[in-house]
């Protein structure tokens, strides 16, 4: 009985300390499909865990590459070893020792295809050369929709001003690049407006900015244009308009002489 339990113990300690060894546990969580602007920038989010201990970015090395060709990398910390296509277009935002290997895309081409895919290698501390750890999660890779048309930023609500009371006009825009977000102008340009801009995740890949404007109108507002502009990175633009109504004072006095 006693020796039983002594070889249990014997036993959970043995996998205790093997578990990290084998690791069969690593996961990685990667957006499967995401929308990007050509001539813009693009963020994949990326969550990494893995078994046993906290492992500090400098053991950890984060790969990008192309689903079933190994050797095409996207992102590599050697830049030799990136592909020349993709040089200096590609960077790691995420921090790896904080499990995430988010991925950011900078210059969007028509052709920047992936199928995109997440590789981790666990590196020695004495010469950062690959231990035998290393997963690609071919299973769960990243795939970009090229956008060509610049997505149009939404206006609202529209209703009629008073003229005299405070007024507010929301003005959004979704897009996939929260390291570069969009940038949103009004026409109006008084002094004692005031602009409150909002930053929001949408869902995974999906992230809005918001720009809300709130103004006093007057009477001479009325019929005049508002346009908001969305201003993506690379300079690509995209505005939406609408004319404002501002209700007349009812004119009493005229009244009362009209009468
Ligand atoms: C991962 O890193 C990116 C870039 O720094 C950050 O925006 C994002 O919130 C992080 N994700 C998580 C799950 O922490």
Redesign the pocket.
């Known amino acids: 009985m006693e020796k039983d339990r002594k070889m249990i113990i014997f036993f959970l300690f043995l996998a205790g300390i093997c578990s990290p060894v084998l690791g069969a546990e690593w996961t990685a969580d990667v957006v499967k499909s995401i929308d990007a602007l050509v001539g813009s920038c693009v963020v994949l989010?990326c969550?990494v865990s893995h078994p046993g201990t906290y492992l500090s970015t400098s053991r950890l090395r984060g790969i990008w590459h192309r689903k079933d060709k190994w050797n095409e990398n996207f992102y590599h910390e050697d830049s030799t070893k990136i592909l020349d296509s993709f040089k200096g277009r590609t960077k790691l935002?995420?921090?790896l020792g904080?499990n995430?290997c988010?991925l950011e895309i900078v210059q969007v081409k028509d052709h920047d295809n992936g199928p995109f895919c997440f590789r981790v290698e666990l590196v020695r501390k004495d010469n950062n050369e690959p231990t035998k750890e290393k997963f690609s999660f071919v299973e769960k890779c990243a795939d970009i929709k090229m956008i060509h048309d610049v997505p149009k930023p939404k206006l609202g609500p529209i209703k009629t001003a008073n003229p005299g009371k405070p007024y507010t006009l929301t003005c959004s825009v979704h897009h996939t690049c929260?390291?570069h977000r969009p940038q949103i102008k009004w026409s109006r340009e008084n002094k004692d407006d005031e602009i409150t801009e909002v930053h929001k995740p949408i869902h995974s890949g999906i992230w809005e900015v918001e720009s809300i404007l709130s103004f006093v109108p007057e009477e001479k507002d009325d019929e005049s244009e508002l346009i908001c502009t969305a201003t993506f990175n690379g300079g690509m633009k995209s505005e939406e308009k609408f004319t404002l109504n501002v209700k007349r004072e009812t004119n009493f006095g005229l009244l009362f002489c009209l009468l």
């Open positions: 989010p969550t935002l995420g921090n904080q995430n988010t929260p390291s």
